[in-house]
């Protein structure tokens, strides 16, 4: 499985981008699929996670509100729409998928079997 992110770019303050990420290489059926972000100097850090069936939505508090993981279950892609951006959510964004059913919180990077590379968000001031 490839995970493919897209959709980052440079906005100011109270902007809206939407990430995509697409998969491809086989039959994609993950049990969850999941955000990360990574800014300079600063350790990953999760944003949101969507089961892929039910499509319950899990978020870090620092972007519930403002951000919105959703998933197109037919073209194998999912999406973050970002809105009300601040300068703090500056940061390399990456896509995971969970494929394997790994029970552990969906915060956590050892949840997720594939990741996507990622895709640079700026937010100016």
């Known amino acids: 499985v490839q995970l493919q992110a897209s959709g980052g770019g440079f906005v100011q303050t109270g902007g809206s981008l939407r990430l995509s990420c697409a998969a491809s290489?086989?039959?994609?059926?993950?049990?969850?699929v999941g955000w990360f972000r990574q800014a300079p100097g600063k350790e990953r850090e999760y944003v949101a996670c969507i089961s892929w069936k039910s499509g319950k939505t899990f978020y870090n508090d620092s972007v519930r509100g403002r951000f919105i993981i959703s998933r197109d279950m037919a073209r194998n892609t999912m999406f973050l729409q970002m809105d009300s951006l601040k300068p703090e959510d500056t940061a390399d964004y990456y896509c995971?998928?969970?494929?394997?059913?790994?029970?552990?919180?969906?915060?956590?990077?050892?949840?997720?079997?594939?990741w996507g590379q990622g895709t640079l968000v700026t937010v100016s001031s």
């Open positions: 290489g086989g039959t994609f059926g993950p049990y969850a």
């Open positions: 995971a998928a969970d494929v394997n059913r790994n029970h552990y919180d969906p915060a956590s990077e050892d949840k997720y079997d594939f």
